[in-house]
């Protein structure tokens, strides 16, 4: 294994940057910007080379995360995080596997950058005080409150439902072959009656331009596209940490989708069609927390390579 500190946590920055930015490839931008600036820095000056790139990471993230809600703000249609494909073995952490989950990502979007920052560093990583204070260049104390206030912001936008990975995985079954088969009742009794549908078409294909409510509707529009599109193949797919499922049209993945669950029901499917956010979904990221020395040594790994030197 390699001494350079950037490759031991190369990991949590990435993780770190990708709950950030909610996009991969992003994420990926960031982390080689931070390699280039590790690469030129003189390694005897620095003290802690952890807490040094974690403020790297941050301070760039910040910086894209601005520019990306300018580009958001013109956005066609709704907009969802980027999926990664994931082994089961993910979902083994539960508080790691919601953190990254595709509704947890669209949340963190409601937040202020440097509230976001800090929610993840802190809630995700558990980083100390002080070390994420330096990364966003506030005090151990008002890191505090801003660690406060977002996590009062998420918890009243997102309620924690902790659910069993094997039932979430039998209703997403259940899902599956209700769509297939195009019985109605059955999807209708899988369906929660308040369940809501958001899609990403991102404005290059064709998507619902806003949230579907109520279980009836939902249900027709699911059954109405595989009507029109018979030769939908419907299927099980692991994403972000969580049983969800994948439309093929041709042999060619056309629609990652995400549920929520809560007493054995959906209450909000998150249908991501934006070709451009499913390029990476050929490829598996396997996920774990990433902590710091003295807790859980569970890793993150990333099948993308190092990166080179521009």
Sequence with gaps: MSDDPFVTHR???????????????????VVQETWL??????????????????????RLALNRLRTLARRREEYVGEWLPEP?????????????????????????????????????????????YAEIAAAVDKTPAAVRQIAHRAREHVAARRPWIQVDRA???QVVERFLA??????????????????VLVADGGG?????????VVGDRVATLLLRFKTVVPDAVFGPIWLNG????????????????????????????????NPHKLARLDEEATLSRCTGPGRSSARWRS????????
């Design 84 to 128: 990664l494909l994931t082994s089961p073995d993910v979902a083994e952490d539960v508080e790691f596997a919601e953190s990254v989950s595709i509704a947890m990502l669209t949340v963190l979007e409601t937040l202020a950058p440097v509230e976001r920052a800090v929610f993840v560093l802190r809630d995700v990583f558990d980083l100390p």
């Design 37 to 58: 600036r590790w690469a030129d820095v003189d390694r005897s000056e620095v003290r802690e080379p952890r807490a040094y790139l974690v403020r790297i990471v941050t």
């Design 242 to 273: 969580a049983p969800a499922c994948r439309i093929d049209l041709a042999g060619e993945l056309d629609t990652a989708v995400s549920v929520m669950v809560a007493d054995g029901r959906i209450t909000r499917i998150y249908a991501i069609r």
């Design 178 to 195: 209700a769509v297939r088969t195009g019985d109605l009742q059955v999807l209708l009794d899988v369906l929660a009656p308040d369940v």
């Design 11 to 29: 990991s949590l920055l990435f993780t770190f940057a990708y709950e950030m930015l909610g996009s991969a490839a992003d994420a990926e931008d």
């Design 303 to 310: 099948s993308a390579r190092t990166p080179r030197r521009r």
């Design 167 to 169: 039932e979430k995985q």
């Design 204 to 212: 290059e294909v064709a998507a619902v331009r806003r949230p579907v």
